[in-house]
């Protein structure tokens, strides 16, 4: 029996649901005004050199601005961040940065108390259905110790470590 596209649609949806992302807000910067959205698509893409993707709705103001100006800001929240993850969430013309303490750093907005922080300058972007995924040169990164925010089965949460299992940190993946 063939799926319909609208199974099929429905289907993918659960199955993504199940996956376990990092939450990250990405920023940039416009007239000095920041702007951001939330994102669950990310992930490192080189190490040699150093770039990251990351997957933007094709309607955000923030890919706008990223085409624009070529920077963009990758806030990686931390497990206490959840509704700041939800605020950025929201669609349309909201000031996501309201209530919401920012600072700049290399000339693009960075949130307090993230995990983790990467600055970078695009590289490319790449048409992809309904998103556009833009690969970013990597010009600065921060890491903190600090439990990351998760998404998984549309919920957030945070990463607990397998005590039977330990990997190199040095290994190449």
């Not at 990092?22 to 190490?47: D, E, H, K, R, W």
């Not at 969430?89 to 983790?116: C, E, M, N, Q, S």
Request: aromatic residues 8%; charged residues 20%.
């Amino acid at each position: 029996m063939r799926s319909t596209p609208h199974d099929l649609q429905t289907s993918f949806k659960e199955v993504m649901a199940g996956v376990a992302t990092p939450v990250s807000i990405v920023t940039a910067i416009n007239g000095g005004l920041p702007y951001g959205t939330t994102v669950s698509a990310f992930a490192s893409l080189s190490m040699n050199p150093p770039m990251v993707l990351v997957s933007l709705d094709r309607g955000s103001e923030t890919l706008e601005l990223v085409r624009e100006t070529g920077r963009f800001g990758l806030n990686i929240l931390g497990a206490d961040q959840a509704s700041t993850a939800l605020s950025f969430a929201k669609k349309g013309g909201v000031d996501k940065f309201y209530g919401t303490r920012w600072d700049l750093d290399h000339d693009l907005p960075r949130i307090p108390g993230v995990v983790g922080w990467v600055a970078c300058a695009v590289a490319d972007l790449v048409e992809g259905g309904d998103h556009v995924v833009v690969l970013g040169d990597v010009e600065a990164a921060e890491f903190s110790h600090a439990s990351p925010l998760v998404y998984h089965c549309r919920l957030f949460g945070t990463y607990a470590p397998n005590d039977l299992v330990h990997l190199d940190p040095t290994a190449r993946t």
